[in-house]
């Protein structure tokens, strides 16, 4: 099955550790959606007409999508799942698992959590100005919760 990563398991050594054997598909993108940390400091997306978030689909077994599970809080209601198409860079749509936490409200995230995300985003080669579009809102998300 196909996993669009968009938060920290875009990064290369965390997927390693969370779901070793997972192979990268390709980038994508998932259109009318938009990248925000949550008030849980995490990543989610939430719809935007005019926004898209870039990630990464990777290919898992059933053992790789527990452990996803596990690791995002699927049981504690933490993420849910869902079945979305997205965009691969020929621009032909995939479905693809993907995680979106229901807290919806801006927030900050946990230390060490963006770098994470971003340098996830480097490894895989995520446009430049979608990076700093990451750092650029969540510096907004702080602003606002002074």
Same mark, same amino acid.
């Given at each position: 099955?196909?996993?669009?990563?968009?938060?920290? #398991?875009? #990064?290369?050594?965390?997927?390693? %550790?969370?779901?070793?054997?997972?192979?990268?598909?390709?980038?994508?993108?998932?259109?009318?959606?938009?990248?925000?940390?949550?008030?849980?400091?995490? %990543?989610?997306?939430?719809?935007?007409?005019?926004? /898209? $978030?870039?990630?990464?689909?990777? @290919?898992?077994?059933? /053992?790789?999508?527990?452990?996803?599970?596990?690791? @995002? *809080? $699927? %049981?504690?209601?933490?993420?849910?799942?869902?079945?979305?198409?997205?965009?691969?860079?020929? !621009? !032909?749509?995939?479905? +693809?698992?993907?995680?979106?936490?229901?807290?919806?409200?801006? *927030? !900050?995230?946990?230390?060490?959590?963006?770098?994470?995300? $971003?340098? *996830?985003?480097?490894?895989?080669?995520?446009?430049?100005?979608?990076?700093?579009?990451?750092? +650029?809102? /969540? @510096?907004?998300?702080?602003?606002?919760?002074?």
């Amino acid at each position: 099955m196909l996993y669009f990563a968009y938060g920290s #398991n875009m #990064n290369r050594n965390q997927m390693v %550790a969370r779901c070793p054997g997972a192979l990268l598909v390709e980038t994508a993108r998932l259109p009318q959606w938009e990248f925000r940390i949550n008030g849980r400091g995490v %990543a989610t997306i939430v719809q935007h007409p005019e926004r /898209t $978030v870039h990630g990464v689909v990777w @290919e898992i077994n059933e /053992t790789h999508r527990a452990s996803l599970d596990r690791h @995002e *809080g $699927v %049981a504690a209601g933490c993420y849910e799942i869902r079945m979305m198409d997205v965009l691969l860079p020929c !621009s !032909s749509a995939v479905s +693809a698992l993907v995680y979106v936490d229901p807290i919806q409200s801006h *927030g !900050s995230p946990w230390d060490d959590y963006l770098n994470r995300v $971003v340098e *996830g985003a480097r490894q895989h080669g995520l446009p430049e100005e979608y990076i700093a579009g990451l750092l +650029a809102v /969540t @510096e907004g998300q702080r602003a606002r919760q002074t």
